[in-house]
């Protein structure tokens, strides 16, 4: 069991006084409906893209449909984890892919779990770079990046494998469309498994953000140097993918402030404004802003809120989602100031699987438990986190 007990539990005759108080109450601004697209949600709270580590041998498990499934709530948005688009794309054990057959007739019935309960569900389309190691790679050889330089040890997420991260292989400019129609295979894959759309994974100091930072990347072809040459594999990922199977259909995630895998940016806020609108002109339907303040995964500081808005002013036309350790009442301030559409939580839906009902009812939170985060346990921290009624449907 995960670190909340059934003493936290609500019983049944209780249940029946909340749903009554639930119904008087009004709708906190993260409750409200929001119109995203061609999609009708029915609040703001968007289950943030996880990598959950219980995917074995990189194939989707039957154990996640009823994990998304305790998620999605009727109208809710979920995007899923991070899913490799090749055999280059992996960096750690046990991520799902969505490259083989055999991967996407994997994820169907966990997509259809989601969609039985009426929830929206985004595939995030993940490449590693070099963010790998040799036993992730075919024929052992060595992970690709913009760059031969190898990731720091004393910055990469994750001390424990940061010895594993080998020099990488930089990429030829004569290859980057073949990297492209591996984005757009995986989005046609994840559509022919039933997801209503792709997310691209742009954040993190993985594949493509070792493209767009200029920390990383120290190309003086086409693909590096100024902003705009930074950009353009990114870029071309996402005009291809939306050309396959629509821009409305498209969103991307970004972590332009963030150092994450020794993957930082000497001036963030020209990055972010630049994509945006770019990403704008292509009519996607969302992009996915990782906060400044976060630091890591697993620590956030006080910055400042505001800095995010040269962002969304530039990505004028479609839905702005914020991620980055948001509570129940900086995500409803976020919503009532406009500073976002919706609000992704990550580690708070990881450990409250009704986290909608937790915050319209203001109840407790179950404390997520960083051990088991990426255990790759088919049960435990997974799919074990209590609710708030017992014998949840
Ligand atoms: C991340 O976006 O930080 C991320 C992606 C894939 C993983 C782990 C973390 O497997």
Redesign the pocket.
């Known amino acids: 069991m995960a670190n909340t007990t059934m003493a936290n539990m609500n019983t049944n005759s209780n249940s029946k006084e909340e749903s009554k108080k639930m119904d008087e109450r009004e709708a906190i601004p993260l409750l409200t409906p929001y119109k995203m697209g061609n999609f009708n949600l029915s609040h703001r709270i968007v289950l943030a ?1 996880l ?1 959950r ?1 219980r995917s074995y041998n990189f194939i989707p498990q039957p154990h996640a449909a009823l994990y998304y499934s305790q998620r999605t709530t009727k109208g809710g948005f979920l995007i899923g ?2 899913s490799g688009v090749s055999d280059t794309a992996q ?2 054990p046990n ?1 799902p892919g969505i490259w083989t057959r055999e991967q996407l007739e994997a994820w169907k019935p966990i997509v259809s779990a989601v969609h039985e309960k009426g929830g929206i569900f985004f595939c995030q389309l ?1 490449h ?1 770079g070099r963010v790998s190691n040799y036993e992730y790679q075919p024929d052992g050889k060595a992970p690709i990046s913009s760059t031969d330089k190898r990731l720091r040890k004393d910055i990469a ?1 994750n001390k424990a494998t940061a010895d594993k991260y080998p020099p990488p292989r930089r990429v030829r400019a004569d290859e980057i469309p073949k990297l492209v129609n591996d984005f757009v295979i995986a989005a046609k894959n994840a559509m022919e498994a039933g997801f209503d759309g792709i997310e691209i ?1 742009g ?4 594949l493509l953000d070792q493209f767009l930072k200029d920390k990383v990347n120290d190309r003086d072809d086409e693909y590096g140097g100024n902003l705009e040459n930074r950009c353009r594999f990114p870029l071309q990922v996402v005009k291809a993918v939306a050309d396959e199977i629509g821009a409305d259909k498209v969103g991307m ?1 970004l972590s332009p402030f963030a150092d ?1 895998n020794d993957c930082g940016d000497s001036d963030p806020h020209a990055l972010g404004v630049h994509m945006a609108q770019s990403l704008n002109e292509m009519g996607i339907l969302y992009i996915h802003l990782i906060e400044p303040r976060m630091v890591t ?1 697993f620590h956030k500081f006080d910055g400042t809120k505001s800095s995010l808005t040269p962002i969304r002013k530039a990505f004028k036309d479609g839905t702005f989602i914020v991620a980055g350790g948001y509570d129940r009442n900086e995500g409803n301030e976020a919503i009532s100031c406009a500073a976002a559409d919706l609000v992704a939580y990550g580690r708070l839906f990881l450990a409250n699987p009704d986290l909608p009902t937790r915050f319209q009812l203001d109840a407790h939170l179950n404390q997520p438990d960083a051990t088991t985060f ?1 255990s790759h346990h088919p049960v435990l921290g997974y799919t074990d986190y209590p609710f708030l009624q017992p014998n949840p449907k």
């Open positions: 893209p990598s580590s984890e991070a960096g750690y991520t993940w590693a997420n994974h954040a993190n100091g993985y995630r994450y995964q990426y």
